[in-house]
């Protein structure tokens, strides 16, 4: 998605340890209309295949996933990352490592909003070593319905997460690839 | 606003100590559908106002915030609950009790994303005690915006956070109030 790859080029920022932050557009402050275009794009990629409920993860995956769910006309399941008093006892829970956070943590979705008539398409704003997602992707397993995709705004190529889940055999569509970052220049997978 | 009571007292679970669980539709599973009707409302109670940017705090205001978004066509900015590798050292940071989980948290923006020129709409799903509103007004103010209200889908009118935030001067504009839950039975304010 060229529109996508000029926003990282022009506001993006690349750290030490591989870190690009793009919180100036994406997932601290939104660009609305950036948004609009990227759950048209979704909606471009997965139309026609009976998509009736996107499932995210908190936090950043929930703006992305409601303006494209408004594409699909279909409810939006955010996976929790901590157990509340508002969550059930009755939850898929998968343990996920963030890298970000230096530590583990559980994801948890109630059973009764996950069923095996569901078709999910996974959104997610980043994919890097690919543990939210495949946290995600076990939580749609056990719940027994159909994994139609994940659709995901930026993915770090240079990372195992995409070659990983993709060999699982899931549709994993990134609206861009980075192929590195070295030395602060950020070149794309074409 | 009638739709949103009707939702409530159709799908809202009413929990001991005082729970109202809405994970049905509004922060768990989330109905898109009901989510542009909620940014419709606060279009129409906060149009012509000169609002430049919408504040709220991960995880569930995110996607009610987005969607309030795209009516205004202005940038969203969600507080962070967790300092990451992702934030810049720079940031705005108040300290927030949280009664659901039981203890108290940071929450942060970054400095370059708040400014005195700003006019700023929050958007949060609940209103309870009032804790992380007054973090997002604490911040509000560190940073000079200008605050021009905050819209909540759910106040709690029976705990004092609305009182609270309202005679500090702040516009608060809920779609609904809940007087009372006793026995399990919900009552509005008119």
Do not use: W
């Amino acid at each position: 998605m060229q529109l996508l790859k000029d926003r990282v080029l022009k506001d993006g920022i690349v750290k030490e340890g591989d870190i690009l932050k793009v919180g100036s557009f994406l997932n601290h402050q939104i660009d609305i209309g950036l948004y609009e275009k990227i759950g048209e794009e979704f909606m471009r990629l997965f139309s026609g295949r009976g998509i009736n409920k996107i499932l995210t993860i908190e936090a950043s995956g929930i703006g992305l996933a409601c303006v494209t769910a408004l594409r699909f006309s279909v409810p939006v399941v955010f996976a929790k990352k901590s157990q509340t008093k508002n969550l059930d006892g009755d939850t898929y829970v998968s343990t996920v490592y963030s890298y970000t956070h230096g530590k583990n943590y559980d994801i948890r979705v109630e059973k009764k909003f996950l069923s095996p008539s569901d078709n999910i398409l996974i959104i997610d704003d980043f994919l890097a070593k690919g543990k939210a997602l495949l946290g995600l992707i076990d939580i749609v397993k056990q719940s027994g319905a159909t994994l139609v995709g994940a659709g995901i705004a930026i993915e770090k190529g240079f990372q195992e997460g995409g070659a990983l889940i993709r060999g699982m055999g899931v549709d994993v569509k990134s609206l861009v690839i980075i192929e590195s970052m070295e030395d602060g220049k950020i070149t794309f997978r074409e």
